[in-house]
């Protein structure tokens, strides 16, 4: 079966320290992968995707993710997080069907 | 414009009642999906639809029914609520369910089955 897999349950950092989070994925065919965000008390939204073309994507706030096919990996990163940082986050690719699938999210406590 | 409500908030629910949570959307997107969110286990994918009047079932469908009579509206109901049922609900939007779309969130319903 289809699985997104994400490494960590929760992550404590520091301000200015660099991030990232990892997501793998079990699928051998073509994929969209997705982050979302949900801050504190806020809806889940959209951080960044990758459907084709280049594998360094950028998204909102300074986040980025890299695809790495070989790897099955689209791990998500910041190079200095910020104290508004703190949110849950969570990989998800879509299935052949449209349908999303969803990693287990990474809660994310960064100390101002 | 508010995107995507959900009806309640919250609520606290005997074992074997029936309950509705609405959602609501006024983005005129044509696909409707609802989730639960458990910890540990992340978004599961209940119902969806396509398109008004067409419904189809996700991952996890059971005690759990959907309609979708007009393109705003997608009401989701647990015909008899078990304790497992607790979790929190989310339903969601896009314009279609091309996979490029961009999935917008409600806030969210928290239910509690005792």
């Known amino acids: 079966a289809q699985s997104v897999s994400q490494h960590n349950h929760h992550v404590i950092l520091s301000e200015a320290a660099s991030l990232e989070l990892g997501c793998n994925y079990s699928?051998?065919?073509?994929?969209?992968l997705f982050w979302y965000v949900q801050y504190p008390g806020q809806h889940l939204q959209l951080l960044l995707k990758?459907?084709?073309?280049d594998p360094l994507v950028k998204g909102i706030k300074g986040f980025e993710a890299e695809f790495i096919k070989s790897k099955f990996s689209f791990n998500l990163r910041k190079p200095s997080v910020q104290w508004s940082d703190t949110a849950e986050y969570f990989c998800?690719?879509?299935?052949?069907?449209?349908?999303?699938?969803w990693g287990a999210g990474t809660k994310l406590i960064i100390k101002p | 414009i508010a995107g995507i409500t959900q009806a309640p908030t919250s609520q606290i629910l005997a074992a074997g009642r029936r309950m509705t949570l609405r959602c609501t959307q006024d983005?005129?997107?044509?696909?409707m999906y609802w989730y639960r969110q458990d910890l540990g286990l992340g978004l599961r994918l209940i119902h969806y639809?396509?398109?008004?009047?067409?419904?189809g079932k996700g991952e996890v469908p059971d005690g759990y029914s959907v309609s979708r009579a007009n393109t705003d509206d997608f009401p989701l109901t647990l015909a008899s609520a078990v304790p497992s049922q607790t979790s929190v609900y989310f339903c969601a939007s896009s314009p279609g369910i091309r996979d490029s779309n961009e999935q917008f969130f409600g806030p969210g319903t928290r239910l509690t089955v005792l």
């Open positions: 983005m005129r997107h044509n696909a």
């Open positions: 998800a690719v879509i299935r052949s069907n449209y349908q999303l699938i």
């Open positions: 699928y051998g065919g073509t994929v969209n």
């Open positions: 990758y459907f084709s073309g």
């Open positions: 639809s396509n398109t008004a009047g067409t419904t």
